[in-house]
């Protein structure tokens, strides 16, 4: 590929207008939402600009610590769980065979297809005390007395099933979120196990390596940049989350996107609602300053 400098006005030509659209539409709402969180309202519907940093104190209150570090603990936990159900889920796709491989990648790209808030919705039906979920554990409940009962051990699980309450549960919350959010680690992952080179894991089983040996050596440490991908870009759409805990968890389980959702509504703190926006977004920049530094710093010290 030649340079942009020697064809100067082609590149104009295609850069010019992807470069207005950003600045248009995102630099320039970004810029308004930055100059708002050093303001105050003057009234209802007038924001001042005072430069106050007061809306920046206003984070580290308690309160706010608190409902971070749960966006945080939720996010980490949900994150962790993806990554460990998408892998073998991953090695299965990128190990099938051509005809079948397409057809596995439909169905993890498929939930895509659907609205987020209809899934959601499903959620709901699912996780309900009389939902799908509690009537299948129902189920199990009753086979299970009925065959305890035929021994005379009846009594140990109790006399009557107990419906499971996970809504406005963090646990309900992090089911909604690892369902929405799976596909996201599956595909770097398998992205990275499809260009790998088995050539690798053929040579260590010959060598008399165990399976397990085999994976942990050669196969977990040539997939750890799909892995790594895979928790970033998992975990920064997941700190922001705001549908899924405003609906699963009920007001009871709040992430830090249902606050900011609250003072720029019900509240009408646009100033504090922006420093908590530009806050999540500062966290985001330096999670990928990290990740940025980390696979230069890997990528230098490969090529010696």
Known sequence: MESYRKNIRVFLAFFGPTAGWLVLFFFVPLA???IYSFGENSSLTTIKTTWTLDNYKRLFEPEIIGLFWRSVWLSVVSTAICIVMAYPIAMVIATASRKAKPWL????????????????YALLNILGTRGRLNDLLHWFWNMGHGALELVGLGSLLGEQ??????????GGVMIGLVYVYLPFAVLPIYSSLERLDRNYLEASLDLGASQWHTFRKILLPLSISGINTAAIITF?????????????????????????ERQFKSANDWPFGSALSLFLLYITFIILAIQSFAAMRKRNQENG
């Open 236 to 260: 920064i759409p997941l700190l922001g989350s705001f549908l899924i805990p405003n609906l699963l968890g009920r007001g009871q389980v709040d992430m830090i996107a249902n606050v900011i």
């Open 105 to 120: 990648l439909l169905v993890i790209i498929l939930p895509f297809w659907t609205n987020l808030l209809i899934r959601t």
């Open 32 to 34: 308004i939402i930055w």
């Open 161 to 170: 099933f107990e419906p499971i309450v996970f809504l406005g549960t963090p």
